[in-house]
């Protein structure tokens, strides 16, 4: 199986950044997972945030467009987020995930982390 851990989150005023982090243990190679943060906020539906595929390939959500940037450094097993001009709505508990290309498309990974809180105040 693998592990996740979650690093950077914290409170910061809106027009900051924060760098998110993700660890992952995997017994196989981590370069052939597809990895990805999704994020929550109270009350909210589960959103799926950013993602970068084995080849490099990122999506992103339309609203975080511009402001994140989403990278990995497979010699580290990590992934990271890398989050700037933030805004209050940005505000929510974001969580790494892992899978294949396909189970993030379809926003059903077969691991997850325990999330990080992000708070921007206003």
């Known amino acids: 199986q693998v592990q996740l851990v979650e690093s950077g989150g914290g409170l910061v005023q809106a027009g900051g950044s924060l760098r998110l982090s993700c660890v992952a243990s995997?017994?196989?190679?981590?370069?052939?997972?597809?990895m990805a943060w999704f994020r929550q906020a109270p009350g909210k539906e589960l959103e799926s945030v950013a993602a970068?595929?084995?080849?490099?390939?990122?999506n992103y959500l339309d609203s975080v467009k511009g402001r994140f940037t989403v990278s990995r450094d497979n010699a580290k097993n990590t992934v990271y987020l890398q989050m700037n001009s933030l805004k209050p709505e940005d505000t929510a508990v974001y969580y790494c995930?892992?899978?294949?290309?396909?189970?993030?498309?379809?926003?059903?990974?077969?691991?997850w982390g325990q999330g990080t809180q992000v708070t921007v105040s206003s």
């Open positions: 995997v017994r196989t190679v981590f370069s052939t997972y597809a």
């Open positions: 995930a892992a899978g294949s290309a396909t189970v993030i498309v379809r926003k059903a990974p077969f691991y």
């Open positions: 970068i595929f084995s080849n490099y390939t990122t």
